[in-house]
């Protein structure tokens, strides 16, 4: 893995950083890894985050109805 130094880190920008870091259970390292990441556009999701992804698709669709069509087909 790669390593990176940063000469002449402003002190308030890493009291800052440490704090933020702090908030969020982090080391400091891992905090700047995270913000690095979501600046460049990658993310680390969590299953969390799909906590009631599609349900405006089911919203007029009834389950049961639905789940007893689709194993008609299995036979």
Same mark, same amino acid.
């Given at each position: 893995?790669?390593? %990176? ?7 308030? *920008?890493? +009291?800052? %950083? ?5 908030? &969020? &259970? !982090?080391?400091?390292?891992?905090? +700047? $890894? #995270? $913000?690095?990441?979501?600046?460049? =556009?990658?993310? !680390? %999701?969590? $299953? *969390? =985050?799909? #906590? =009631?992804?599609?349900?405006? %698709? ?8 639905? +789940? ?8």
């Amino acid at each position: 893995m790669a390593s %990176l130094t940063i000469e002449r880190f402003p002190d308030e *920008l890493y +009291v800052r %950083l440490s704090r933020r870091a702090a908030a &969020n &259970n !982090r080391r400091v390292e891992d905090e +700047v $890894i #995270q $913000i690095l990441s979501q600046a460049l =556009g990658e993310r !680390r %999701l969590s $299953i *969390l =985050g799909l #906590q =009631g992804l599609g349900k405006e %698709l089911w919203a007029t669709i009834d389950v049961d109805e639905h +789940v007893d069509r689709e194993r008609e087909s299995w036979d």
